[in-house]
């Protein structure tokens, strides 16, 4: 028996057509091997023109391995499989064939730009009218192959010959477009045909020139137009390459599309369609031309990541009739998307679609969207045929959909299908699953994984349904562990890296958010901030953990240093950050409504021990790196504001200054305590828990760190308590009261059953299901002890009445995963290491055990008061 070996993948990409790197590095997974079977070497093919070379290296790595041939060129395509070689040194039959094609990778390859309608428009107006833009061109005898690149200022969606080009929505995305703007690559060839063709965009405001924030929001933030880029390049079998490009040369005309906006919905008219309009052949006589406007670029990229796309799509479970008479549909799920009608009605008539995540007294509530209409509008032209008909430009999020002006028996047309929600996010690839014994553990579980795929939404946003939807760097710094066992987020969170060092101001502060709205008057100018400036170290820092890339370490580390040595001149010579406006730990439950911030933990302790924090990642970061010198001075650093926080929050019997859970939580988890004060902490900690009834008392920042501060020390009982309490507030309180997702305010919705009386009141916002990397790690014990899981720690922890728990990973070696039961007093536990990695079997009570890759079981007595457990 040999090993089996995967085919290539290059850097993060799932689709590796367009890729903006020249010189993609590569992964494998051995797939299968004989027991104590180690990689030695590897050979790498790669077809390039037509020609096969072979490069060997003896390495056991597989993971992010440099390209080793010359590097690709602009639109270049190539071939890669992998071989790989054991001790013995036989080779196992190469993997599959994987195909990397590079994008446009110099400023000088565009020719195209960006194009829109020339009629005269009110800037200051939300009801611009978006455009399509189109053009013919013919295609010679003898084409071989079609690439679109395309982008935006604003969003698109391209047409060919009438019909969609890729599946992709919101595109190009959020980036900081003066900056970064992405641009898509799509294989077209089978979409034209010999002779004419026709090519066109839908064109639509977005967050480019859309409205963004909250009081009212802010317009044109990065531009007044819309305007569509596109480059279709032709080769043909002669090798000769003709180019359509955006140019002076299209028209435009106004689009179906009345008004469309993220915060507010889509409004169409479907009498105003124009049949064929992106076919060839179409009278386009009566459209403007088009104004040619300037785009650098050099500032043109391609994405780190898969684009958003519909991923599934759900049948609403009932349809309601208020105690007004109103219409609602209820999908069962609270979700992000749109939702798609098919239906007939004579023309003219209009149906109104509105969404929100609750019901308050059985009625629709939308107060929580504060000025986000979150409203669409379809307008039937009166096809005797029937019409179909979703948003492009906009998503929601959503439970309910309340219906106005429906034609027919919408109790009868929604069973057969004429509504539909559309579930949107970026396409990640799911990597983490977790379940348990306990079904409502299980349940809060689905809760954290929803709210997740309705927050990545291009960039990781707060909450995807009222007049806000921004990338809070505080909620993932928080929430990195979690999204990167549950998602492979490392090409996403990449690219979102690089608009965060494009934001940083000169002086080192990270921007609350990222991409900043530079005309915001409450958060510009830029003020530094613990916990979310503190996203540049925590984040680079995490995706390297889990994903053992260097690459982000290297790409990211003069953020992360700038981050900290404005901390450092800020603390001068006290080595105290105890100045200067903080959120302190957000949303602590005990924070009056209107004011967040107030929590029980000291804000300036907070800061204090982010500084110190932030310090000790970065002396790691470059000790990764191999930069000595800057080991050894962020490290001295890190010493130096950790003496000082001891020196002024931790008195000599371990009680802190600030005498509240996230406080012990996060001298405890970031190793700032002497470790002869370290078990008094933990006791006082407990001590807490007991004290609060087991009801969580951590906002943002003590949330993703109580358990873990408790279990690490011995603590464990205490952990279960407060991950398995009922009662308000609490992670389970929020299942009781029939979530479906996490909440934002531990008590958005009162017992009673009415929403928090709090302006801030999401049913959707990812931050406090940070616990579920304590899930994984410590409930089930699965987490990497190396970067990128090369070495596997299965620890798992039974507790809180559990008698079962599992996690599976796929970790960048394959899948890991374990189980465990407990039966007549006994613990048994499967483990299976992936070819590539190492486990550690560690069982409470046991010592621990190194494996090689393959499946291993073991048991363990349980203590009496355990099994009884």
Same mark, same amino acid.
């Given at each position: 028996m040999t090993a089996t070996v995967s085919a290539a993948r290059f850097e993060h990409h799932r689709d590796a057509l367009g890729v903006g790197e020249s010189r993609p590095r590569l992964s494998w997974v051995v797939e299968s091997a004989p027991a104590g079977w180690v990689q030695r070497a590897y050979r790498v093919e790669?077809?390039?023109?037509?020609?096969?070379?072979?490069?060997?290296? %003896?390495?056991?790595?597989?993971?992010?391995?440099?390209?080793?041939?010359?590097?690709?060129?602009s639109r270049e395509s190539s071939r890669v499989r992998v071989s790989v070689a054991g001790a013995d040194g036989s080779w196992s039959a190469p993997g599959d064939w994987a195909r990397v094609e590079a994008g446009l990778l110099e400023p000088g390859d565009w020719v195209a730009g960006p194009i829109g309608a020339i009629r005269n428009e009110n800037p200051l107006r939300d009801d611009r009218r978006p455009s399509l833009v189109r053009r013919e061109f013919p295609v010679r005898p003898g084409l071989v192959r079609a690439r679109l690149y395309a982008t935006a200022h604003g969003l698109y969606q391209a047409e060919l010959n009438g019909s969609r080009v890729g599946d992709d929505l919101l595109s190009p995305g959020w980036t900081v477009y003066g900056k970064r703007l992405r641009y898509y690559t799509y294989d077209v060839t089978a979409q034209l045909s010999e002779g004419p063709n026709a090519i066109g965009a839908w064109l639509g405001d977005g967050w480019y020139r859309g409205r963004l924030g909250w009081r009212g929001?802010?317009?044109?933030?990065?531009?007044?137009d819309l305007s569509f880029l596109g480059q279709l390049e032709l080769s043909y079998a002669d090798g000769s390459r003709e180019v359509v490009a955006t140019d002076t040369s299209w028209r435009s005309a106004p689009s179906p599309i009345i008004a469309s906006g993220i915060y507010d919905g889509e409004?169409?008219?479907?009498?105003? !369609?124009?049949?064929?309009?992106?076919?060839?052949?179409?009278?386009?006589?009566?459209?403007?031309?088009?104004?040619?406007r300037h785009r650098d670029p050099a500032t043109l990229v391609a994405p780190t990541a898969a684009p958003v796309r519909v991923t599934e799509e759900r049948a609403p479970l009932a349809v309601l009739t208020t105690p007004s008479g109103r219409r609602i549909l209820d999908f069962g799920q609270n979700l992000v998307g749109v939702v798609r009608l098919r239906a007939t009605a004579p023309a003219g008539t209009t149906v109104t679609l509105r969404t929100a995540e609750v019901l308050q007294d059985g009625e629709l509530y939308t107060r929580p969207l504060r000025n986000a209409r979150s409203t669409d509008h379809y307008t039937f032209a009166g096809r005797p045929e029937g019409e179909e008909w979703e948003p492009r430009f906009t998503f929601h999020g959503f439970r309910y959909v309340e219906v106005e002006g429906w034609a027919g028996d919408?109790? /009868?047309?929604?069973?057969?299908?004429?509504?539909?929600?559309?579930?949107?996010?970026?396409?990640?690839?799911?990597?983490?699953?977790?379940?348990?014994?306990?079904?409502?553990?299980?349940?809060?579980?689905?809760?954290?994984?929803?709210?997740?795929?309705?927050?990545?939404?291009?960039?990781?946003?707060d909450c995807p349904q009222r007049d806000e939807r921004l990338g809070w760097t505080g909620d993932i710094q928080v929430f990195a562990p979690t999204a990167s066992f549950l998602f492979d987020v490392s090409g996403m969170l990449t690219g979102w890296l690089r608009d965060l060092s494009a934001e940083q101001l000169p002086d080192g502060t990270v921007p609350w958010y990222v991409p900043v709205i530079p005309a915001d008057t409450m958060w510009t100018p830029q003020r530094p901030g613990a916990a979310w400036g503190d996203a540049a170290t925590v984040v680079p820092w995490t995706l390297y953990q889990r994903f053992g890339d260097t690459g982000v370490l290297r790409a990211q580390f003069d953020s992360a240093r700038r981050w900290v040595d404005l901390q450092a001149d800020i603390a001068g010579p006290s080595r105290l950050w105890d100045t200067g406006f903080q959120l302190g730990d957000w949303l602590d439950p005990a924070a009056p409504p209107q004011d967040p911030a107030d929590?029980?933990?000291?804000?300036?302790?907070? %800061?204090s021990a982010y500084f110190a924090h932030s310090a000790r990642l970065v002396a790691r970061m470059a000790g990764v790196l191999g930069?000595? !010198? /800057? !080991?050894?001075?962020?490290?001295?650093?890190?010493?130096? /504001?950790?003496?000082?926080?001891?020196?002024?929050?931790?008195?000599?019997?371990?009680?802190m200054a600030s005498d509240a859970q996230t406080a012990y939580a996060l001298a405890l988890r970031f190793e700032l305590l002497p470790a002869g004060l370290r078990a008094r902490a933990a006791d006082r900690l407990a001590e807490l828990v007991r004290a609060s009834g087991s009801r969580i008392a951590t906002g943002f920042v003590g949330t993703p760190l109580v358990t873990d501060a408790l279990s690490s020390e011995g603590r464990l009982d205490a952990a279960y308590d407060l991950l398995l309490e009922r009662e308000c507030p609490s992670w389970l309180y929020q299942v009781s009261m029939g979530a479906?997702?996490?909440?934002?305010?531990?008590?958005?919705?009162?017992?009673?059953?009415?929403?928090?009386?709090?302006?801030?009141?999401?049913?959707?916002?990812?931050?406090?299901?940070?616990?579920?990397?304590w899930l994984h790690r410590v409930v089930a014990g699965l987490a990497p002890e190396e970067a990128g899981y090369r070495v596997i720690r299965f620890a798992p922890r039974p507790g809180g009445g559990l008698t079962s728990a599992s996690a599976r990973h796929r970790t960048p070696y394959g899948e890991a995963s374990v189980s465990w039961h407990i039966v007549d007093g006994t613990l048994r536990v499967r483990v299976e290491v992936p070819v590539g990695a190492t486990g550690i079997i560690d069982l409470d009570g046991g010592e621990p055990e190194h494996v090689g890759h393959g499946v291993h079981e073991r048991e363990l007595a349980l203590a009496e008061a355990v099994s009884a457990a």
């Open positions: 790669i077809e390039r023109g037509g020609s096969v070379r072979a490069f060997e290296v %003896a390495s056991a790595e597989q993971v992010l391995v440099a390209w080793p041939d010359e590097s690709l060129v929001g802010f317009r044109n933030v990065y531009g007044d409004d169409y008219d479907a009498r105003a !369609e124009l049949p064929g309009w992106s076919r060839a052949g179409y009278d386009d006589t009566d459209w403007d031309r088009v104004q040619l919408l109790d /009868a047309d929604v069973t057969e299908g004429a509504l539909i929600a559309r579930i949107l996010h970026s396409d990640l690839e799911r990597t983490g699953w977790f379940s348990s014994s306990e079904p409502d553990l299980d349940r809060l579980h689905e809760n954290v994984v929803w709210g997740m795929r309705g927050n990545f939404v291009d960039l990781p946003t929590a029980q933990t000291d804000r300036y302790l907070v %800061a930069d000595t !010198e /800057a !080991e050894a001075s962020y490290t001295t650093l890190a010493d130096e /504001a950790r003496d000082a926080f001891v020196g002024r929050y931790v008195g000599d019997d371990g009680r479906t997702t996490i909440w934002e305010r531990w008590d958005s919705m009162l017992p009673d059953g009415t929403v928090n009386p709090g302006s801030m009141t999401s049913f959707n916002h990812y931050a406090l299901g940070a616990v579920a990397d």
